[in-house]
């Protein structure tokens, strides 16, 4: 996944509308270095839409923009994910223990009763609550904003 695909994929989980990043967005004033000035319109939306690419001294104000840390910005859906770990793990032998365990989650599901599926759902959900904030946490402090 692409980040200007992912930063769309965030707007609309979040109830958003482009037009709402982009007031979001320019409110911060983010500057590029080679001009000095703020993106225009057309030129935030190009960004959005994948036709021009995105300047990496614009991901910060990007991810304060749509209150996440910049890391999530290059993070892949779940689905996304799921598809090419199993991919991965048909193409290598040592795979680390993390993925082993996932492996073993995986195959274990089968076995699993709904409310002992919605039970790990729910302490997966709150692990990655917790990463996330630590990660916007840690971001906010590397850059300042």
């Given at each position: 996944?692409?980040?200007?695909e992912r930063i769309n994929s965030i707007i609309k989980?979040?109830?958003?509308?482009?037009?709402?990043?982009?007031?979001?967005?320019?409110?911060?004033?983010?500057?590029?270095?080679?001009?000095?000035?703020?993106?225009?319109?057309?030129?935030i939306y190009n960004y959005l839409n994948g036709t021009?690419?995105?300047?990496?001294?614009?991901?910060?104000?990007?991810?304060?923009?749509?209150?996440?840390?910049?890391?999530?910005?290059?993070?892949?859906?779940?689905?996304?994910?799921?598809?090419?770990?199993?991919k991965k793990q048909g193409e290598s032998e040592n795979?680390?223990?993390?993925?082993?365990?996932?492996?073993?989650?995986?195959?274990?599901?089968?076995?699993?009763?709904?409310?002992?599926?919605?039970?790990?759902?729910?302490?997966?959900?709150?692990?990655?609550?917790?990463?996330?904030?630590?990660?916007?946490?840690?971001?906010?402090?590397?850059?300042?904003?």
């Amino acid at each position: 996944m692409q980040i200007y695909e992912r930063i769309n994929s965030i707007i609309k989980s979040k109830g958003l509308k482009k037009k709402d990043f982009l007031e979001r967005f320019t409110a911060l004033e983010p500057r590029l270095k080679s001009t000095g000035e703020i993106p225009s319109v057309p030129t935030i939306y190009n960004y959005l839409n994948g036709t021009r690419e995105i300047k990496a001294e614009l991901i910060p104000y990007m991810a304060k923009a749509l209150e996440v840390s910049e890391q999530e910005l290059f993070l892949d859906d779940s689905a996304e994910f799921l598809k090419d770990f199993i991919k991965k793990q048909g193409e290598s032998e040592n795979a680390g223990e993390k993925s082993k365990a996932v492996v073993k989650i995986i195959e274990l599901c089968e076995y699993a009763s709904t409310p002992m599926l919605e039970r790990l759902i729910e302490i997966l959900e709150q692990n990655k609550q917790a990463s996330l904030k630590n990660m916007k946490r840690m971001s906010g402090l590397e850059f300042g904003l």
